[in-house]
């Protein structure tokens, strides 16, 4: 089992900037990507952006020049540097963890979940 602990979520102002972590623990060694989803109401899960342990990254689109995933495999972290913000970017975000593959922009093949921090942008 592998744990997932995100935080630093909260209301920020349009064009701020926010920086997300997620704290992994357990049987970190079965994991190869963490990744960041974010649930608007209303909808979906959608992939914001993944992370292999050899620090491949893949994005969604509406993150891919605002946002930036980064990873530390010795503190088994993940962060998520959020700028330029936007009130579309409110959502909940979640940490994910997936043992094989590529984040999937569906959240499809995801092992674990955290629970979530919630982002609020306003305009």
């Known amino acids: 089992q592998v744990q997932l602990v995100e935080s630093g979520g909260g209301l920020v102002q349009a064009g701020g900037s926010l920086r997300l972590s997620c704290a992994a623990s357990g049987s970190i060694g079965s994991i190869n990507v963490l990744a960041w989803y974010r649930q608007a109401p209303g909808k979906l899960h959608n992939l914001v952006a993944g992370i292999t342990s050899l620090g491949r990254t893949n994005y969604a689109d509406s993150g891919k020049d605002r946002f930036t995933i980064s990873r530390d495999n010795a503190k088994n972290e993940v962060y998520l540097q959020m700028n330029s913000l936007k009130p579309e970017d409110t959502a909940v975000y979640y940490c994910?963890?997936?043992?094989?593959?590529?984040?999937?922009?569906?959240?499809?093949?995801?092992?674990?979940w955290g629970k979530g921090t919630l982002v609020t942008v306003s305009s």
């Open positions: 994910a963890a997936r043992k094989t593959g590529l984040a999937t922009s569906s959240g499809y093949g995801i092992d674990y």
